[in-house]
């Protein structure tokens, strides 16, 4: 039924692709991606801290109702993040501490909530990635209706079934299956790009001639 149904995933990004990418920033990645993708600065982390990346199980989920949820919980593999779009409702919390446990106790990489999240005292003194858009401590109900394993959408970033989710202090970002490559290749020459301009950063020989050279191009008027 439309509207009321787990599916199989059919395909996911491999541990290899997710562990190349967890160690680049996120906002390289995004550079990479021409900054037009992004789950929208509501979506922060209130994990103790460190990166999320794996394949999406995604949920689709009846604000305020948290069993689809619990199924995908109980289906993800090893490795995967369960992402849920739970319409950006924070009227109630959809996963809490003892979900939580369920996840890591099942070997999972974290958890999405586009939603409310509770116990989040807890959730700050662990390193189990979560992100949420915001915390209620009202509970959940468990009535459905929801899916599992189809296309979401988070602020208008399109999630699919096994897409890279990754994510650090600076947000959440999905990297379309087809597309890992192609965006892993610009994001680490990016991230290598940087690191040299860091290092003449701190030698004192970083070029700027950049600057007025866009100023002068763009017509911008400058006193002598």
């Known amino acids: 039924m439309v509207g009321f149904r787990v599916l199989k995933r059919r395909r996911q990004v491999s541990a290899d692709v997710v562990e190349r990418f967890r160690a680049l920033p996120v906002a390289n990645i995004s550079d990479s991606m021409s900054r037009m993708t992004a789950g929208g600065a509501r979506l922060r982390p209130l994990h103790g801290g460190g990166v999320l990346a794996g394949p999406a199980v995604t949920v689709k989920s009846r604000p305020g109702d948290n069993l689809m949820i619990h199924k995908a919980l109980d289906i993800a593999s090893p490795g995967d993040v369960v992402v849920v779009d739970g319409g950006g409702d924070l009227t109630n ?42 915390v209620s401590h009202r509970g959940p109900y468990k009535d459905g209706p929801g899916e599992i394993n189809v296309p979401i959408a988070i602020e208008g970033m399109v999630i699919a079934p096994g897409d890279l989710v990754i994510g650090d202090d600076d947000g959440l970002l999905c990297v379309p299956f087809d597309e890992v490559e192609a965006v892993y290749a610009a994001a680490d020459a990016k991230h290598k790009a940087e690191t040299r301009q860091m290092t003449a950063i701190h030698e004192g020989r970083n070029d700027r001639s950049w600057v007025d050279a866009t100023l002068a191009r763009l017509g911008c008027e400058i006193e002598a």
């Open 93 to 134: 919390a959809l996963i809490g501490e003892l979900m939580i446990s369920h996840a890591q106790q099942r070997g999972l990489a974290g958890i999405v909530i586009y939603g409310a999240i509770r116990d989040s005292a807890w959730i700050r003194e662990h390193d189990f990635p979560v992100f949420a858009a915001g």
